[in-house]
């Protein structure tokens, strides 16, 4: 079996890179945007939706959008990674997938920043509503794919650990360049600073929680094709990012509402940063009873019968 060599591993990782930034610049940058904080507004930033908890009284316009737009992408993971999987292109199952996904999603992610009134209207509600689905069906359909790849071109645990390590580290890369975007567009400002060791800081837990899913799920992927004889890739990383996106949806209601409690002194993002890291916390005792062992004897004794 040929060997999976470090030029074609960092090949496969620049894909990651691309989405990567295109997601951080939603990520980082749409609550932001659409709910800017009092200084912002001060200096000039026009205010395009309403604002204010007027979802049911609890939750603000664009937390309800961005929380919707996440369950709706995390619903279409599981579609996308059975097309993909039953693809019977000459291309394979997964290129033609990120081949038509790349346009849609880059005019999207700008679209999201567009809206058709110049002032406060919920017709820009409306269209950011339209294009973050928009946004989120073309990422998916080019992720999802993306992910499945990874089994298909690691054939062995290390191959897969090497994988999932460099694409984790471009993107962290993609995401510092999407955090920095604004600083790269306006030209630097001190701020800036403060978000670039804000990046760096963080690399290391994003890297740990990046590359031991991807790893974790290649290996379960691949001891469930052995055992069942049906190649399933996608299914599988389907499953993972819908937990990961309608966790994400939930985020985004909670911490755009809690952002609101004692805004002028920044309680609320207090508040929100203490529950990310309770979350974190649970998420790793989770991860304690995986089974590594058995998944690593089923992967190794077909592997020594090869």
């Known amino acids: 079996m040929k060997k999976l060599t470090t030029g074609k591993i960092w090949q496969f990782a620049a894909g990651q890179f691309g989405w990567a930034m295109l997601s951080g610049i939603i990520s980082n940058w749409l609550v932001y945007f659409y709910q800017p904080d009092k200084t912002a507004i001060s200096q000039g930033q026009t205010v395009f939706i309403p ?46 997938f990120l081949k038509w996904a790349s346009l849609p999603l880059a005019l999207s992610t700008v679209l999201v920043f567009w809206s058709p009134v110049n002032k406060n209207s919920w017709i820009n509600g409306v269209f950011l509503l ?27 645990q290390q191959e897969r650990l090497n994988i999932s390590t460099v ?26 600073v403060q978000g670039l060791i804000l990046t ?23 001891s469930d094709s052995i055992t069942s004889g049906s190649n399933r ?23 755009t509402a809690v952002s609101t409690i004692g805004a002028a002194e920044g309680t609320g993002y207090r508040v929100a940063a203490f529950g990310a890291a309770v979350f974190c916390c649970i998420g790793g005792i989770i991860l304690v009873f995986y089974d590594e062992k058995k998944i690593n004897g089923i ?7 090869l």
């Open 130 to 156: 339209i294009m973050i689905l928009a946004y989120y069906l073309s990422i998916t359909a080019y992720c999802t794919p993306y992910n499945a790849l990874i089994p298909e071109l690691g054939h062995t």
């Open 167 to 192: 694409i984790s580290f471009t993107f962290i890369a993609g995401t510092a360049v999407a955090y920095l975007a604004p600083t790269i567009w306006g030209l630097f400002i001190p701020a800036s």
């Open 233 to 255: 890739e996608g299914m599988f990383y389907a499953a993972r990012t819908f937990a990961f996106k309608l966790g994400q949806s939930i985020s985004m209601l909670i911490f």
């Open 51 to 96: 604002q204010g908890l007027v979802v049911f009284g609890i939750f603000t316009i664009i937390g309800g959008i961005t929380a919707f737009g996440r369950i709706f992408d995390a619903f279409t993971d599981p579609m996308i990674a059975s097309l993909s999987d039953r693809c019977t292109s000459k291309n394979g199952r997964r290129i033609p």
């Open 200 to 222: 760096v800081v963080a690399a290391l837990p994003m890297a740990i929680f990046g590359i031991l899913p991807q790893a974790v799920v290649a290996d379960i992927s691949q």
């Open 299 to 305: 992967i190794n004794r077909h592997q020594q019968r």
